[in-house]
């Protein structure tokens, strides 16, 4: 595997439902970020890891949890959601240092419909 | 507040022509701007960036032009081709953490062979 995979790339789940979205990066990245993307919005930074720790959580409800064992894996857990929860959810790495390039590599991301 | 947004949500060209894609940015700290493509079921995919300290950067049949004075930026790519449908999006960056992209909405190309 190279870049940053996802898994799965589809998921359908109820509003009662719990269940978890996989990121994983091949990059030797030390940052890694949640994003949702709804139709006819910007992407929306969820979460940022650095070095395995988060350091921004931009005021997501309590029913996303992120998890990140180290800096290779990033986990989205997903409980009593709603359907305007229903979106993209991508995952990106980085390498953050000083003066070098601010690209973020995405992985394809995964449809989540919420019924 | 700060935000970065898109003049034209859509744009249609011909196979062959040039295109423009426009961005405003209104974060005067901003100093480090990208702008992605992303195809149908794919995640967002770099094409260019370019630093505050620069006004023009060209790639590979893509140029980006920074006008700090108006908040400014556009994606030109020449010759454009049907491969180039996709939806381009433009980030910035101001620095302080320097792993913390804005994104604006984002422009729907549509190349017609």
């Given at each position: 595997e190279t870049g940053v995979t996802q898994t799965p790339r589809h998921l359908v789940m109820g509003m009662t439902n719990k269940k978890s979205l996989k990121c994983?990066?091949?990059?030797?990245?030390?940052?890694?970020?949640?994003?949702?993307?709804?139709?006819?919005?910007?992407?929306?930074?969820?979460?940022?890891?650095?070095?395995?720790?988060?350091?921004?959580?931009?005021?997501?409800?309590?029913?996303?949890?992120?998890?990140?064992?180290?800096?290779?894996?990033?986990?989205?857990?997903?409980?009593?959601?709603?359907?305007?929860?229903?979106a993209l959810y991508l995952c990106a790495s980085s390498q953050v240092q000083g003066g070098g390039s601010r690209e973020q590599y995405f992985g394809p991301g995964t449809r989540l419909t919420v019924t | 507040g700060e935000s970065v947004g898109l003049h034209l949500p859509t744009l249609s060209v011909q196979e062959g022509d040039n295109s423009i894609i426009n961005c405003a940015y209104s974060n005067s700290a901003s100093d480090y701007f990208i702008w992605y493509k992303q195809e149908s079921g794919k995640g967002p995919q770099f094409i260019i960036d370019i630093r505050s300290n620069m006004d023009k950067r060209q790639g590979q049949r893509v140029t980006v032009l920074l006008n700090k004075t108006v908040k400014h930026l556009s994606l030109q790519i020449a010759a454009t081709q049907p491969g180039d449908s996709a939806v381009y999006f433009c980030a910035e960056n101001s620095g302080g953490s320097n792993y913390k992209l804005t994104f604006g909405k984002g422009t729907l190309l549509t190349v017609n062979p």
């Amino acid at each position: 595997e190279t870049g940053v995979t996802q898994t799965p790339r589809h998921l359908v789940m109820g509003m009662t439902n719990k269940k978890s979205l996989k990121c994983e990066q091949h990059l030797g990245h030390n940052a890694m970020y949640w994003y949702k993307q709804s139709a006819k919005k910007p992407l929306e930074l969820m979460f940022v890891y650095n070095f395995k720790e988060q350091t921004e959580n931009n005021s997501v409800p309590s029913r996303f949890s992120p998890e990140c064992p180290n800096s290779s894996h990033l986990f989205l857990h997903l409980h009593t959601l709603q359907p305007e929860d229903s979106a993209l959810y991508l995952c990106a790495s980085s390498q953050v240092q000083g003066g070098g390039s601010r690209e973020q590599y995405f992985g394809p991301g995964t449809r989540l419909t919420v019924t | 507040g700060e935000s970065v947004g898109l003049h034209l949500p859509t744009l249609s060209v011909q196979e062959g022509d040039n295109s423009i894609i426009n961005c405003a940015y209104s974060n005067s700290a901003s100093d480090y701007f990208i702008w992605y493509k992303q195809e149908s079921g794919k995640g967002p995919q770099f094409i260019i960036d370019i630093r505050s300290n620069m006004d023009k950067r060209q790639g590979q049949r893509v140029t980006v032009l920074l006008n700090k004075t108006v908040k400014h930026l556009s994606l030109q790519i020449a010759a454009t081709q049907p491969g180039d449908s996709a939806v381009y999006f433009c980030a910035e960056n101001s620095g302080g953490s320097n792993y913390k992209l804005t994104f604006g909405k984002g422009t729907l190309l549509t190349v017609n062979p």
